[in-house]
């Protein structure tokens, strides 16, 4: 006889809800609701097969391995990250349940009733979305080799389920609850806060790597623009012979053309070629944008560092510093100073600029304004990725209207 099973459909609607919080924020595929709808059908339709299964267990780990192809099916996410989101999302409804199994041995008389099962599960769904969702990146998913740990927490959560249909077996065994649900608790927790900690490891690895790609373009780009430069200056000399050659030929136009032309003949020279290339490059930039850079800097106290790494460094320092003067109303704000020098053992290297907008910062670095957060701030980020590399240390502040960047860096490196 066909009958629809309850307690199996209880644990499927915590794990759904689980998982929608979860995955509130991540990318899903095209005809994403059809693609609800049809893994709703499945599930719902192996609840009625439910007494097929000799084992109740064995029910409930083909369940899960259904809610997996779900994920997989409905958002953008690799096996591995669907595997890894269904596992947490295991590790909450655990958590949960169990919590609510433990007070059942001090609230018993309210336990049963269906608002108190209800208002619990949205206090936790509300933690949820609080402690964990909202940190969570839009564009974050797990490599392979990163799926070891998540098999671990999925081994103690499918130990806990055993443990709880063990359990619901002596539903009168007040001392047997409370140690059992105890232990699941602190299962739960473990699994989940190494899901958590795996979570931090991927995010670590996924911005390192696009840390070093930056980096690697930016050596390109530093390749290509001391091209630019040589050849820029091999004209301005060219052009500026020629005019001394026929300065009666061209008459009044000499004189604005000095004038063009000494903004692409600055004399920037910092006894480092990588600084003194970005520096033309960003002078250039600022001169025709009404931007005033003002540098002083001692570039052979950067000599033990990677021409690259100048080059990449100042140009996302400089980048950032036009980025926010460029906003300003107040053209007489539009200044950048740049100060390269030594204290004691260490190199100093300070940029000061106007803003105009309001800060807020998380993990030493501003949040980012932008509409999409996740995307941006890795300018910030590089630096600090840069400083560290030769181990020193970046510090950010802001004055008022004033922003500054801080870097110490060790001159002799080992």
């Known amino acids: ?173 007040n001392d047997l609850i409370f140690v059992t649900s105890i232990y699941s608790i602190i299962c739960s927790l473990l699994a989940l806060f190494l899901q958590l900690g795996l979570f931090e490891k991927g995010q670590l690895e996924m911005e390192k790597s696009v840390l070093e790609q930056i980096i690697a373009n930016d050596k390109r780009h530093y390749d290509d623009s001391l091209q630019n430069v040589e050849l820029l200056n091999m004209y301005c000399h060219d052009l500026k012979y020629f005019l001394r050659r026929n300065a009666d030929e061209v008459g009044s136009f000499k004189h604005q053309a000095e004038k063009f032309l000494s903004t692409f003949d600055a004399d920037i020279s910092t006894y480092n070629h990588a600084l003194d290339t970005i520096l033309t490059e960003k002078s250039l930039y600022c001169a025709n944008n009404d931007i005033q850079l003002t540098c002083m800097a001692d570039g052979q106290l950067l000599e033990y560092m990677d021409t690259a790494d100048v080059y990449a460094m100042f140009g996302n320092l400089l980048s950032n510093a036009i980025e926010a003067v460029s906003k300003l109303e107040n053209h007489e704000k539009r200044m950048i100073s740049l100060t390269v020098r030594r204290r004691n053992d260490f190199v100093h290297i300070l940029v000061d600029n106007y803003y105009d907008n309001t800060l807020s910062f998380h993990n030493g670095l501003p949040e980012s304004t932008k509409e999409q957060p996740h995307l941006h701030g890795y300018g910030l980020k590089s630096i600090r990725y840069l400083a560290e590399k030769y181990n020193g240390n970046l510090t950010i502040s802001a004055d008022e209207d004033v922003f500054h960047v801080n870097i110490l860096m060790p001159i002799n490196i080992q």
């Open 1 to 173: 006889m066909i009958a629809f099973h309850v307690s199996p459909f209880i644990v499927l609607i915590e794990l759904v809800a689980s998982i929608g919080v979860l995955l509130l924020w991540q990318e899903k595929r095209p005809l994403f609701a059809l693609r609800v709808l049809l893994f709703a059908v499945i599930l719902i339709g192996m609840n009625f097969t439910w007494d097929k299964f000799v084992f109740e267990n064995l029910a409930y780990v083909i369940q899960f391995a259904v809610i997996v192809l779900a994920v997989l099916f409905c958002y953008n996410l690799n096996p591995v990250s669907a595997l890894y989101w269904s596992t947490a999302s295991l590790s909450i409804q655990h958590l949960a349940f169990s919590l609510l199994t433990l007070s059942s041995c001090f609230f018993y008389g309210i336990y049963s009733t269906p608002i108190y099962f209800i208002l619990c599960y949205i206090i936790i769904l509300t933690l949820e979305y609080l402690l964990i969702t909202r940190h969570f990146g839009k564009d974050f998913e797990l490599r392979d080799k990163q799926i070891k740990l998540t098999i671990v927490s999925l081994i103690a959560m499918f130990s806990c389920t055993i443990l709880n249909s063990y359990r619901m077996r002596y539903t009168n065994d």
